[in-house]
T-cell receptor
Framework: DTEVTQTPKHLVMGMTNKKSLKCEQH?????MYWYKQKAKKPPELMFV???????INESVPSRFSPECPNSSLLNLHLHALQPEDSALYLC??????????????FGPGTRLTVL | AQSVTQPDIHITVSEGASLELRCNYS??????LFWYVQSPGQGLQLLLK??????LVQGIKGFEAEFKRSQSSFNLRKPSVHWSDAAEYFC?????????????FGKGTKLSVKP
């Protein structure tokens, strides 16, 4: 099973709201990723967690706050977002970034609209 | 610099016709190559990957891809396209051998299928 689940599927929020996106995998993967994807563009890497530790933050604004409470879960906390943050947010997981054949598996995404 | 080029932004083929989507990469080390497919509003699904060995790799949904080192290419093919194949296709290159690099995506090719 190569399933990554994400909730919610859709989210509409105002600029003053606080919300969270959730991602879960039960494949025993030890690396998890957040990507942002705007329409007609490829995914852009935001964060990477490796063995539950943040290993990469691609200069993402602090209004996005990732959290990895355990090896199966990844959250993205959102606060004071801007309309330009509206996008599809994709979660991915992979076995481990030290594995030579590491392959990322993606979830279905959360479609976020910021009003 | 590492990069992936998908020269065709949009391709239209008739149902039942053959398909080839082009991908060229520039990568200093041995590449690890992927093709992902994304239906509208959905996450990315892994079609196939090339790690090493036989340069012709088979994937899901009847797709195959051929790695040609001399041409720095990893083109995706399908002998007979189905209407359900209409989607966005992304080629990506990743680091081989457990190094800590990230996936690099091409800009994608949108496939439309005529009845």
């Amino acid at each position: 099973d190569t399933e990554v689940t994400q909730t919610p599927k859709h989210l509409v929020m105002g600029m003053t709201n606080k919300k969270s996106l959730k991602c879960e995998q039960h494949m025993g993967h030890r690396a998890m990723y957040w990507y942002k994807q705007k329409a007609k563009k490829p995914p852009e890497l935001m964060f990477v967690y490796s063995y539950e530790k943040l290993s990469i933050n691609e200069s993402v604004p602090s209004r996005f706050s990732p959290e990895c409470p355990n090896s199966s879960l990844l959250n993205l906390h959102l606060h004071a977002l801007q309309p330009e943050d509206s996008a599809l947010y994709l979660c991915a997981s992979s076995q481990a970034r030290t594995v030579s054949t590491d392959t990322q598996y993606f979830g279905p995404g959360t479609r976020l609209t910021v009003l | 610099a590492q990069s992936v080029t998908q020269p065709d932004i949009h391709i239209t083929v008739s149902e039942g016709a053959s398909l080839e989507l082009r991908c060229n990469y520039s990568y200093g080390a041995t590449p690890y190559l992927f093709w992902y497919v994304q239906s509208p509003g959905q996450g990315l699904q892994l079609l196939l990957k090339y790690f090493s060995g036989d340069t012709l790799v088979q994937g899901i949904k009847g797709f195959e891809a051929e790695f040609k080192r001399s041409q720095s290419s990893f083109n995706l093919r399908k002998p007979s396209v189905h209407w359900s194949d209409a989607a966005e296709y992304f080629c990506a290159v990743g680091p081989y051998g457990g190094s800590q690099g990230n996936l690099i995506f091409g800009k994608g090719t949108k496939l439309s299928v005529k009845p």
